[in-house]
T-cell receptor, first 112, second 112 residues
Framework: DSGVTQTPKHLITATGQRVTLRCSPR?????VYWYQQSLDQGLQFLIQ???????AKGNILERFSAQQFPDLHSELNLSSLELGDSALYFC???????????FGSGTRLTVV | QQQVKQSPQSLIVQKGGISIINCAYE??????FPWYQQFPGKGPALLIA?????SEKKEGRFTISFNKSAKQFSLHIMDSQPGDSATYFC???????????FGEGTQLTVNP
């Protein structure tokens, strides 16, 4: 157990729907990162939050949004889902900067 | 644009052999180079990391070799074991940021 908790582990939904992925960072970590892992794109950085504020944005689609709450857990919202959004979504956390990321086990999203 | 290029895509090694995975980067602002190990169904786990001020770092059977002038770094796994069979990712982080840019991954199989 890495200490980073992601729920749900698996999610199957239809095109056009909206889902929410949840992440609880490791105790004491203030930064949360979201990554998408697909077969043809590898691990792609989506977005980072630090202590509730957005810090960096990567290849995140406009249909996707995220937030970090006062208790430091984070949610990634994916809307108007398309078949191509099927992927593994990982959350990672770190104390402050990017050194020593700890990843969760991921949420496998399947859009049918 | 792929900023970190990793090779080979897949690698098969006999038990007891040496596994070598290579990465090259272009962005001279990168200052932290970690390697992650990922087993099926799990998130990537930090294996070993290096900064550009050293040319080599060793932890147990795992060694990173770093060539700053060539902008290349590699992971060497000595005495490879079947339990090392996993996907390995190199990554890099800029001085000013905290996002990690990942290579495409190498699927390592160690035959008994």
């Amino acid at each position: 157990d890495s200490g980073v908790t992601q729920t749900p582990k698996h999610l199957i939904t239809a095109t056009g729907q909206r889902v929410t992925l949840r992440c609880s960072p490791r105790s004491g970590d203030l930064s949360v990162y979201w990554y998408q892992q697909s077969l043809d794109q590898g691990l792609q950085f989506l977005i980072q939050y630090y202590n509730g504020e957005e810090r960096a944005k990567g290849n995140i689609l406009e249909r996707f949004s995220a937030q970090q709450f006062p208790d430091l857990h984070s949610e990634l919202n994916l809307s108007s889902l398309e078949l191509g959004d099927s992927a593994l979504y990982f959350c990672a956390s770190s104390v402050r900067g990017g050194d020593g990321y700890t990843f969760g086990s991921g949420t496998r999203l399947t859009v049918v | 644009q792929q900023q970190v290029k990793q090779s080979p895509q897949s690698l098969i090694v006999q038990k007891g052999g040496i596994s070598i995975i290579n990465c090259a980067y272009e962005n001279t602002a990168f200052d932290y180079f970690p390697w992650y190990q990922q087993f099926p169904g799990k998130g990537p786990a930090l294996l070993i990391a290096i900064r550009p001020d050293v040319s080599e770092k060793k932890e147990g059977r795992f060694t990173i070799s770093f060539n700053k002038s060539a902008k290349q770094f590699s992971l060497h796994i000595m005495d490879s074991q079947p339990g090392d069979s996993a996907t390995y990712f190199c990554a890099a982080k800029e001085t000013s940021g905290s996002r990690l840019t990942f290579g495409e991954g190498t699927q390592l199989t160690v035959n008994p």
